[in-house]
């Protein structure tokens, strides 16, 4: 046989070394296993030879066709490995790699303030009651015995919404409103709070924003007195705020209650800041929603819960509240 099998496995061997793609293997297995390939060429030149020569070439060239065979399998599945791992390296999405880690955030200071007091008074055996941020004018005003022709409805610098009748519709200027939709619908005894948004004309400065909030009380049972109120006042305070602030409250208007107070807070240098305003519920606003005032009474009041805010973080600026500037945030 002119062929040197030893050789030529040798140069087929170092071929499939050097293929680096599935197809490279396939042309060499056609190359060297192919029709037109060497060991083809010698098996035809068998007959050639003589029997016995015949039968050990034969067995060298079968043995050589086996072997590279299994040359080209193993390259060919070695090679369509690597394909499938180098493509599954690049394909992958590591959802874990972060280039910042996420820093959690928290409630921000207003609804931490809102859900403390809502606790303190749910503590206290209260309801939390919630109603609309847009208002008609008799839950805003009438039904609270302010009158079209009252000139308290200047004094809450109402925006309106152009619904309607003129001023017929408003963002509601306080959370009283509450009041009224709950004794609308709640028999007596009632005692709830109200938290949520009000809105009024007023320009942003360091004690104001034209969108704040308060937290409104409703408080309807038999034989209620000033007194009740005086004391649920100060409860809430030592509840909210701790021993060494105290609470006092100085006559006020306010066409719902009667009598009215508007109720203060002692601030740390002993001066006093006006948090919000009280009194007992006036008999017109218990007959608008149904209720007999000679059988039942109340006590209702209405803070600012930015106010508070202000004042237990020693906040010099109530703006602070509405910037968004996270570096305030973050520090409560
Ligand atoms: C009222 O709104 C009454 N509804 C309160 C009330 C309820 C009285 C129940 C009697 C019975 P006044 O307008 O004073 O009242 O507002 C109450 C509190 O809301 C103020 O003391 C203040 O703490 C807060 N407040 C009012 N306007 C603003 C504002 N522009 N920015 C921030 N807080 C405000």
Same mark, same amino acid.
């Given at each position: 046989m002119e062929l040197d099998l030893d050789a030529h496995l040798a140069d087929a061997e170092k071929a499939a070394a050097a293929a680096s793609t599935e197809a490279d293997v396939r042309a060499l297995s056609a190359e060297y296993l192919g029709k037109k390939s060497q060991l083809k060429a010698a098996k035809k030149q068998l007959g050639a030879l003589d029997p016995d020569e015949r039968r050990s070439a034969g067995l060298r060239l079968n043995d050589a066709i086996e072997r590279l065979e299994t040359l080209f399998e193993h390259r060919g599945s070695q090679l369509a490995d690597e394909a499938r791992r180098s493509q599954l390296e690049a394909e992958r !999405? =590591? !959802? #874990? &790699? !972060?280039l910042h880690p996420i820093e959690r955030g928290h409630l921000h200071l207003v609804t931490q303030a809102r859900d403390r007091l809502e606790d303190v008074f749910v503590g206290m055996g209260y309801e939390v009651a919630e109603g609309p941020e847009v208002e008609t004018a008799w839950y805003n005003f009438e039904a609270l015995n302010? /009158?079209?022709? +009252? /000139?308290?409805?200047?004094?809450? =610098?109402t925006i309106f919404v =152009? !619904?309607? &009748? /003129? &001023?017929?519709?408003?963002?509601?200027? +306080? #959370?009283? /409103?509450v009041q009224i939709r709950t004794m609308e619908v709640q028999e007596p005894p009632i005692y709830i709070v109200a938290p949520g948004r009000t809105f009024r004309t007023d320009t942003a400065d360091a004690t104001h924003l034209p969108a704040f909030n308060q937290i409104e009380g409703l408080v309807i049972d038999r034989g209620i007195t000033l007194g009740d109120l005086a004391g649920t006042i100060d409860t809430f305070v030592h509840a909210f705020f701790g021993g060494e602030v105290r609470s006092r409250l100085r006559p006020s208007y306010f066409p719902f209650t009667e009598p009215s107070a508007e109720f203060d807070i002692s601030r740390p240098d002993g001066s006093w800041l006006e948090l919000g305003g009280c009194g007992m519920v006036h008999p017109n606003v218990l007959r608008n929603c149904g209720i007999d005032p000679d059988r039942w009474q109340g006590f209702a009041f209405g803070f600012g819960i930015d106010r508070l805010a202000v004042m237990r973080y020693q906040l010099d600026d109530i703006r602070e509240l509405v910037n968004n500037d996270v570096r305030f945030l973050r520090q409560f």
């Amino acid at each position: 046989m002119e062929l040197d099998l030893d050789a030529h496995l040798a140069d087929a061997e170092k071929a499939a070394a050097a293929a680096s793609t599935e197809a490279d293997v396939r042309a060499l297995s056609a190359e060297y296993l192919g029709k037109k390939s060497q060991l083809k060429a010698a098996k035809k030149q068998l007959g050639a030879l003589d029997p016995d020569e015949r039968r050990s070439a034969g067995l060298r060239l079968n043995d050589a066709i086996e072997r590279l065979e299994t040359l080209f399998e193993h390259r060919g599945s070695q090679l369509a490995d690597e394909a499938r791992r180098s493509q599954l390296e690049a394909e992958r !999405l =590591d !959802l #874990t &790699e !972060l280039l910042h880690p996420i820093e959690r955030g928290h409630l921000h200071l207003v609804t931490q303030a809102r859900d403390r007091l809502e606790d303190v008074f749910v503590g206290m055996g209260y309801e939390v009651a919630e109603g609309p941020e847009v208002e008609t004018a008799w839950y805003n005003f009438e039904a609270l015995n302010i /009158p079209e022709w +009252h /000139p308290a409805r200047g004094s809450f =610098d109402t925006i309106f919404v =152009d !619904l309607g &009748e /003129p &001023e017929s519709v408003m963002l509601r200027s +306080h #959370t009283s /409103p509450v009041q009224i939709r709950t004794m609308e619908v709640q028999e007596p005894p009632i005692y709830i709070v109200a938290p949520g948004r009000t809105f009024r004309t007023d320009t942003a400065d360091a004690t104001h924003l034209p969108a704040f909030n308060q937290i409104e009380g409703l408080v309807i049972d038999r034989g209620i007195t000033l007194g009740d109120l005086a004391g649920t006042i100060d409860t809430f305070v030592h509840a909210f705020f701790g021993g060494e602030v105290r609470s006092r409250l100085r006559p006020s208007y306010f066409p719902f209650t009667e009598p009215s107070a508007e109720f203060d807070i002692s601030r740390p240098d002993g001066s006093w800041l006006e948090l919000g305003g009280c009194g007992m519920v006036h008999p017109n606003v218990l007959r608008n929603c149904g209720i007999d005032p000679d059988r039942w009474q109340g006590f209702a009041f209405g803070f600012g819960i930015d106010r508070l805010a202000v004042m237990r973080y020693q906040l010099d600026d109530i703006r602070e509240l509405v910037n968004n500037d996270v570096r305030f945030l973050r520090q409560f």
